[in-house]
């Protein structure tokens, strides 16, 4: 067994404490920075992802409230073994994605339906498999983000893609009330997402961002996270997209 966490050790008796938060794609990122604050608020956090020794590593992190299963969104079959293994499922936040963006006149038919398939219909099929063992006052949050409403570049099936989610968010307050189900739509984050991409191309999209919005700053992972905890804990907020875009989206 792992070694408390200074967070852990230091948890309250908050809205969170002795819940159990699903965190598919919880192993690095901005999932990653959910589980460390939820953890600090009391939690215990399940974390998900299809590589083992990324997981294993985070729960290290995190300590004695942590622990890990591999899932991959994309297989039905292993999104039913990693759910059935829950005995309840508090809170679900699902930001494990991976798929194209680019022009319509330059992306295959493949890469051009990649967002769909794994963010959209990702998350659907998740929130599915999680609804048995949802707590009737617990929470679903979903990742979507700001291209959605106002996109940055030419890329009409991402745009597309993180619009339909809100709008997958808005009916599945619906249809799983009282469990609340809300969004949340991140500009442009510095993380762990942009650190794999080519420097050139990062920073050519950092400073557009830092133009284009106006705290004229790009996000953190942190002030992501700390949006799906109050999406998570706000018993009255179900249905809502969030923007944590520095106002991009008034621009």
Known sequence: M?????????????PLRGRTVVL????????????????AAGAHVVLGGRTPERLAAASGELGDRATWRTVDTADRPSLDGFFSGLDRVDHLFTSAASY???????????????????????????????????????SVVLMAG???????APAPAYAACNAAVEGLGRGLAVELAPVRVNVVSPGT???????????????????QYRRDTLLHRLGTEDEVA?????????????????YPDGGYTLR
């Open 100 to 138: 194209r963006v680019g022009p319509m006149r330059e992306l295959s038919d493949e890469d051009a339906e990649s967002p769909f398939v794994s963010k959209f219909w990702g998350q659907y099929h998740a929130v599915r498999h999680a609804a048995p063992k949802l707590s009737p006052d617990g």
């Open 226 to 242: 700390q949006t799906v905890l109050f999406l998570f804990t706000n018993g009255f907020t179900t249905g809502a997209t969030l």
């Open 2 to 14: 792992n070694a408390p966490s200074p967070a852990a050790s230091s948890a309250g008796d908050g």
């Open 189 to 207: 984050i510095d993380g762990n997402l942009w650190s794999h991409r080519p420097a050139d191309d990062r920073e050519a999209a950092f400073a």
């Open 146 to 152: 700001a291209a959605g409403a106002r996109p940055p």
């Open 24 to 39: 598919i794609g919880g192993g690095s990122g901005i999932g990653l920075r959910v589980a460390h604050q939820a953890v």
